[in-house]
């Protein structure tokens, strides 16, 4: 059904069910909802006046005609972290300052709360002026830096026609910024540098995508984080009650009909306003931990609820709890798999004025913390509905690259479900609903922040296609210098091989890697005595995987002996069974199986080390490259088994098969400079030992 059409109908539906507020103006329904705001603003000055007339607090009164702050201004570097009291009290700022120009007053007062989600901002004018058929933007590029990042941040900013380019400031809203400092304050002794440079980031509302997030850094981003959502949450909230008061006092003073008839719009078609997407109960776990301190609310409902369904189940046991056993693993695989790691999950998040109620309906939510896998069994187990992600304003996607190893085809569904126009009005006041909502333009106003520990290409093709803020977008850069990349952790000695093979573009790509490992790579394996046996063939995707083991499951059955090469193999992927795992790692150690085909996400899950690799082949550079410099330690781990034999790094060799569409993962294993070169230059085979 055509956007206009539906939203006409659900308009119709939702001003004819009983109950609703009825009005006697002669004007359509369409066209109140669309007067601009400066009706409000007139019809309520009598009441302004009024309230102006006591005394404001200290803390909502400006001072010199400067913008009410937070008790505490925290400043570093020229970042600077104040507590934004909503504009909702900006007519106490108005009679302080009243010396000032209107104008200069209004244009000093807008903060990016206000000029992005304001029903008649900047960004939403820009919006509104663009044709119907306009459904993403174009941008502009430039690189930037931060103080307290280490890495370089690339800008950019949508090319609109009279777009005001200027970049609003906002800051956490006051009292949510308090309990993010008493918290601080506990743990850090105060905000640290990295604290604040999120913060300043994050309050632009510009979308951010941070694919370089260290494990050790992991908890300040949340922190920060689950800050800026509790902040967003709390400055929506106040915005609709200030604006339900003022009609209650209209209401109650006996005013017309026409005084009452406001065009407040401060809402959208559905409660819900933030959405963070997690790979594990583990996670959610510390972020509803987090959202609760800095939610504002003095109880918790459900709490012992929550408790018991995301900590361990009864009678589970952690095995990396154990010391001995979390000492055979690295340090990020015990920080993502410690604790319950059940990946489907759904939780709803509802604050009022004193309690946050956990478990609440997602109709009835502020927040919504959920896996992509979790979220969508619930949608289509409800038929399809997604309604309740019409008016999504933000979306967080902690621990990226561990979404990536589950299914990412999960995470796009949710985000194709996102800021659409709901399929029922569900008691909506479309009177109240904002301008961009109406139009269907929801996905221009959301801020989506994705954070990752390491870039790759379907991350990548989310953050230039699927984002779409006029607020512009960022992304983090960090080159890889070759003394830090990959291949320089690899045993001296080793001879690595990286082929090339040209593909003319992303869709071909797949195919032109299988004819290529198919006819010229097993063919070069094949060749020798050690590489034709004792040899790990390491594939990213699983598709890959399936299609390369039909290949040589029918070459065994083809072969005829003596004139085709033996290709014997065995298989782990993340859906073997530990049974078969258990019988191929000891097929290929004692040299039953020439060949190991395992899967990176196999690797990634159970990060087990393969005994009697002596040969290690890279199908495609791995998405996560830690691992390349991790598979090729197997073959020198003999003494870990209680071998004698040493290996000689000589005996050792990788083979890496690429193209151009994989430089961002090859940058982390040869260093940025050096994967420019074997990309575009005339040399196909590249060697280093």
């Known amino acids: 059904m055509d956007p206009t059409l539906k939203l006409l109908t659900l308009i119709n539906v939702s001003a004819a069910k009983p109950g609703k507020r009825q009005r006697s103006s002669n004007l359509t329904h369409y066209d109140k909802i669309t007067r601009k705001a400066v009706a409000a603003q007139q019809a309520t000055a009598s009441t302004s006046k ?7 607090s200290p803390s909502k009164r400006a001072k010199n005609g400067a913008a009410p702050v937070a008790s505490t201004t925290i400043s570093q570097n020229g970042l600077e972290l104040v507590g934004e009291v909503s504009d909702d009290d900006e007519e106490d700022f108005d009679a302080a300052s009243s010396s000032a120009p209107k104008k200069q007053q209004k244009k000093s007062q807008i903060t990016a709360f206000d000029a992005h989600f304001g029903s008649d901002g900047p960004h939403a004018q820009a919006i509104a002026k663009l044709p119907e058929s306009t459904t993403s933007l174009t941008w502009s590029t430039s690189r930037s830096t931060l103080p307290s990042f280490s890495t370089q941040l690339i800008v950019s900013s949508p090319s609109l026609p009279e777009f005001d380019s200027q970049q609003y400031s906002g800051q956490p809203q006051v009292k949510v910024l308090d309990a993010f400092n008493a918290f601080t304050a506990k743990h850090f002794s105060s905000p640290t540098p990295l604290h604040k440079a999120l913060a300043t ?103 012992s609820r929550f408790a018991k369904e995301y900590n361990l189940p009864e009678g589970a046991i952690d095995k990396l709890a154990d010391a001995s056993v979390a000492a055979k693993y690295p340090e990020d695989h015990i920080a993502n798999f410690a604790g319950n790691i059940d990946d489907s999950f759904k939780l709803g998040l509802k604050v009022t004025r004193k309690s946050l109620k956990l478990f ?193 499951r029918e070459h065994n059955e083809k072969r005829k002996p003596g004139e085709t090469a033996n290709l014997s193999y065995t298989s782990i992927s993340e859906y073997s069974t530990p049974k078969d795992i258990r019988r191929a790692r000891e097929a290929f150690a004692s040299g039953k199986k020439r060949f190991l085909l395992l899967t990176e996400r196999a690797h990634f899950y159970r990060r087990f080390k393969i005994r009697g690799t002596k040969t290690v082949v890279f199908y495609q550079v791995p998405q996560n490259a830690r691992y390349f410099s991790e598979v090729l330690e197997f073959p020198f781990l003999n003494k870990d088994w209680g071998e004698e034999e040493e290996v000689d790094a000589n005996e050792v060799a990788s083979y890496v098969v690429y193209s151009k569409y994989d430089l961002i993962g090859l940058e982390k294993v040869v260093g940025t400079e050096q994967a420019k070169a074997m990309v575009a230059g005339d040399k196909a085979t590249w060697k280093f030992v």
């Open 50 to 56: 009024a309230a102006l007339s006591s005394t404001p």
């Open 201 to 303: 980031t994050l309050g632009s509302y510009a979308d951010f995508c941070d694919a370089n997030v260290a494990l050790r850094d992991r908890a300040q981003y949340r922190q920060v984080l689950a800050m800026h959502a509790m902040s967003h949450v709390a400055k929506t909230r106040r915005r609709v009650l200030k604006n339900n008061e003022k009609l209650a006092k209209l209401a109650a003073s006996g005013a017309s009909d026409a005084d009452t008839d406001l065009d407040l719009r401060d809402q959208g078609f559905t409660r819900p306003k933030v959405l963070v997407l997690l790979p594990f109960r583990n996670s959610a776990l510390e972020w509803v931990d987090l959202l609760t301190k800095f939610s504002l609310c003095s109880q918790v409902d459900n709490k």
């Open 360 to 552: 609440s309906g997602f109709y009835d939510s502020d927040v919504i913390v959920a896996s992509p896998l979790g979220l969508r069994l619930g949608m289509e187990k409800d038929k399809g509905d997604s309604d309740f992600l019409s008016s999504i304003e933000m979306v967080i996607v902690d621990q990226t690259d561990v979404i990536s190893m589950q299914n990412w085809e999960h995470l796009e569904y949710v985000f194709d479900k996102l800021n659409h126009i709901p399929r029922q009005s569900r008691d909506t006041d479309f009177s109240r609903v904002k301008q961009f909502y109406l139009d269907n333009r929801a996905g221009m106003f959301r801020q989506t922040i994705m954070l990752s520990a390491h870039d790759f290409p379907a991350l990548r093709s989310v953050y230039n296609h699927t984002l779409q803020n006029v607020a512009g977008k960022i992304r983090t850069v960090a080159p890889t210098p070759e003394s830090e990349a990959e291949m320089s952790k690899v045993v001296s000695g080793v001879r690595q091989t990286f082929t090339r093979f040209e593909a003319a573009n992303p869709h071909s790509e797949p195919d032109l890697r299988f004819a290529h490992f198919t006819t010229k790579t097993l063919a070069q394996l094949s060749k020798s005595a050690v590489s034709s046996s004792h040899t790990l063939i390491l594939v990213p995707s699983y598709f890959d995987f399936v299609r390369l083991d039909a290949f040589l």
